[in-house]
């Protein structure tokens, strides 16, 4: 019944959020610190398109698109896309316990008020997004990618 009732909580939100960010738009990530405490930034000379991800622990598109986005980092070669993901959740301990017991090695950082100024208020999620050199959004997903959609996104890697 919880299950039932956070999709059709998800389902319902992402119509409201798909009009908040856009293809075009320029959204500044900022200095960011993961879960693991360690700084997170896009360099100045950046060349490389980034992969933004929001999640939270509780949403079950979330934990299926998260284990398919470890996936794809685990292929991508070394250098080659900016990974970032996102926590809306309220609790970061919770957050880091929800990385750490399902192994992932992505790096996942908890939404900051500056980004959440950017992006817009988060209404729904999973939210995919991939950003140009100059943090443009290039690519945009509201709600669940399937795996076939994901291996897709390694167009977006470039070689280092």
Same mark, same amino acid.
């Given at each position: 019944m919880?299950?039932l009732?956070h999709?059709?909580l998800c389902?319902a939100?992402l119509p409201?959020?798909a009009?908040a960010l ?13 879960l693991?405490?360690t700084?997170?930034?896009i360099?100045?000379n950046?060349t490389?398109?980034t992969l933004?991800?929001?999640w ?6 979330c934990?299926?698109q998260n284990?398919y986005?470890?996936k794809?980092?685990k292929?991508l ?5 900016n990974? *970032?993901? $996102?926590? !809306?959740?309220k ?6 316990? /929800?990385? &750490?017991?399902n ?9 900051t008020?500056?980004l959440q100024?950017?992006?817009g208020?988060?209404?729904g *999620?999973p $939210?995919? !997004?991939i950003l140009?050199?100059n943090n443009?959004?290039? /690519?945009r &997903?509201i709600?669940?990618?399937f795996p ?6 390694k ?5 280092p």
């Amino acid at each position: 019944m919880k299950l039932l009732r956070h999709l059709i909580l998800c389902l319902a939100l992402l119509p409201t959020m798909a009009m908040a960010l856009t293809v075009g738009q320029t959204i500044e990530l900022g200095p960011l610190q993961t879960l693991n405490s360690t700084p997170y930034a896009i360099p100045v000379n950046n060349t490389k398109n980034t992969l933004i991800q929001v999640w939270a622990t509780w949403c079950p598109f979330c934990k299926k698109q998260n284990a398919y986005l470890e996936k794809l980092y685990k292929e991508l070669p070394p250098n080659s896309l900016n990974v *970032i993901t $996102i926590s !809306i959740d309220k609790n970061p301990l919770l957050a880091k316990q /929800y990385m &750490e017991n399902n192994q992932y090695t992505f790096p996942a950082a908890m939404m900051t008020p500056e980004l959440q100024k950017s992006m817009g208020k988060v209404k729904g *999620i999973p $939210i995919l !997004i991939i950003l140009d050199k100059n943090n443009k959004i290039i /690519y945009r &997903e509201i709600g669940e990618i399937f795996p076939e959609e994901y291996a897709d996104l390694k167009r977006f890697a470039k070689a280092p």
